[in-house]
């Protein structure tokens, strides 16, 4: 999967370069800094891929937040509780110094990036989401949890100003992304379900997003998105490739006639059927049938 324009710019941010270090602190930035940043890549055959959080501590020698997201490969997470394999599109958060560790196994290859938060506001966040989440995250390719934290990234590897209410912005944004992301995908299942409700009621032609919301009790606006984000598919069109998947097996291996394989199917037409087909698979239905 291209990561490039969703979460990490591989380009801007080439292998073992910093991004950004933190500016000189002062009692408002205290109250977040992004004060550090990287993208590194590396095989479990050479040096350092243990790393012990209990002695470490910022910068500055004060806690602080590490945040790590895999891009590539896999990587490992411990705190006192258990060990956790961290793969593409997951990553840990943790605090310095704290009872965790990371690293990759001796035969692993892993490529990430990192960032680190200080500060009393950064410290705070972390700190919750970790008591109501856990350290362990999962985060889609397309999400935008990371964005406005890299471009302040940018804007203080270039010598601009950003403000430490730009900087708090990002940060609580950071994480409420994290706690959307961490309900999305505890919602799977539940949309699972969903899709099987919809394979069981395609024949309906009255069937629309309403009516699926309501059979799992949501809202419609909030069926669509959570829908979205867990399939990345909306359930409009996710319907429309069930009914013309299922129209395809019915003239693969029925000889009902292609008005009948249309009402199964939910089309309201026949005209509007081999529109659709032949739009979907590039051939009208009765080509597809003597293929």
Known sequence: ????????????YPLHMPLAVAPPSDPVTER???SGAGHQARAGSERKTHNDNRHR????????????????????????KQQYLIRPNQ????????A??????????MEWFWFNLSGKLAVQL??????????????????N????????????????????????????RFFAELRVAAQSEKQVPRFIEARRWIDAHMDDVDLDVKRMAEAIGMTRSHFTRCFQEAFAESPHAYLARRRLQR??????????????????????????FCTAFKRHYGVTPVQYRST
């Open 1 to 12: 999967m291209d990561y490039t324009h969703v979460l990490f710019n591989r380009e801007r």
């Open 32 to 34: 977040c800094i992004l």
């Open 57 to 80: 501590y910022g910068a500055d020698g004060e806690p602080d937040v590490l945040v790590h997201y895999v891009i590539d490969g896999e990587g490992w997470f411990k705190d006192t």
């Open 91 to 98: 990553g840990f958060i943790c605090m310095k110094p704290s």
């Open 100 to 109: 965790t560790e990371y690293g990759l196994a001796h035969d692993k290859y």
């Open 126 to 143: 972390a700190k919750e989401h970790i008591t109501e989440q856990g350290h362990v995250f999962s985060v889609p390719a397309h999400s």
């Open 145 to 172: 949890a990371f964005s406005g934290l890299f471009e302040c990234f940018e804007h203080q590897s270039a010598g601009r100003n950003v403000t430490p209410a730009e900087l708090a912005a990002h940060a609580i």
């Open 247 to 272: 129209a395809a097996d019915l003239l693969r291996f029925n000889d009902d006639t292609i008005a009948k394989i249309a009402q199964l199917c939910g089309f309201r037409s026949t005209a509007w």
